[in-house]
């Protein structure tokens, strides 16, 4: 059986922040990798790290020093106009806060980072629904985020991060904003997912939540202070179509 491919390597990664006559030093050189299909669980307090860390992997930021390889693509010496085009090719985000367009529909807004990628109308619609259908809300994509319930939004959201294939899909706080059951339904979607051979990095601050990952990574004052395996969530069935 081949070996998995390295898709995140990250050396030495420090990140310095100047306030005024203040320097916070976010991350203190940290070092790993994470390879394809991996499911990881990033865990700390308030100013371990953890969201810097994400912001890096994410192409959403730069290290002060150290050297980050996403792919095989060298990140920390790109312009700002590479960083946009290598996080739209290989990575798709999910945030706590679901970031829908608050007027346009389900599948418009998954539409929408096909639009930056250049992607042909007839092509997006398409491509959309079938993301859509494959978070379950295929019969829902005419309506708009405020016709939507908060789990079914991060679906149209997970929808959106899926629709320009990536490699890698980075969730920030994905059930930060919904109660109990939802969080577990969002989890099951992102455990299959996972078990289709996506590689999913997850950031939290609650333990129920990433015990769902197969690794789990805990950070503290900038620095990574436990790094280990653990058994995962269930796997789930697919998420049926919801009847019309």
Request: proline content about 6%; some cysteine; charged content about 20%.
């Amino acid at each position: 059986m081949p070996q998995a491919s390295v898709l995140i390597a990250a050396r030495d990664l420090t990140k310095v922040y100047t306030m005024g006559e203040q320097t916070v030093h976010a991350l203190r050189g940290v070092s790993l990798d994470i390879v394809d299909g991996e499911f990881v669980a990033i865990m700390g307090a308030s100013g371990s790290g953890k969201s810097t860390l994400m912001n890096i992997l994410g192409c959403l930021d730069l290290p002060t020093a150290g050297h980050y390889r996403l792919a095989g693509e060298s990140v920390e010496s790109m312009s700002p106009d590479q960083l946009a085009s290598i996080r739209n090719r290989r990575i798709g985000f999910v945030f706590q806060q679901f970031n829908l367009l608050p007027r346009t529909s389900a599948l418009e807004n998954v539409e929408l980072p096909m639009v930056y990628a250049g992607v042909a109308a007839a092509a997006r619609r398409e491509r959309a629904m079938a993301a859509l259908a494959q978070v379950g809300l295929g019969q829902r994509h005419a309506h708009t985020p405020s016709e939507l319930s908060g789990g079914q939004q991060q679906r149209v959201a997970i929808a959106r991060a899926l629709v320009n294939r990536p490699q890698l899909i980075l969730a920030d706080e994905p059930t930060g904003a919904l109660d109990t059951q939802t969080s577990e339904d969002i989890m099951r979607l992102l455990t299959e997912l996972n078990g289709a051979g996506m590689t999913v990095v997850l950031v939290t601050h609650e333990n129920d939540i990433a015990q769902w990952a197969r690794r789990k990574i805990v950070f503290r004052d900038g620095l990574m202070l436990h790094d280990q395996s653990q058994p995962g969530g269930p796997v789930a069935p697919a998420a049926p179509e919801p009847a019309p």
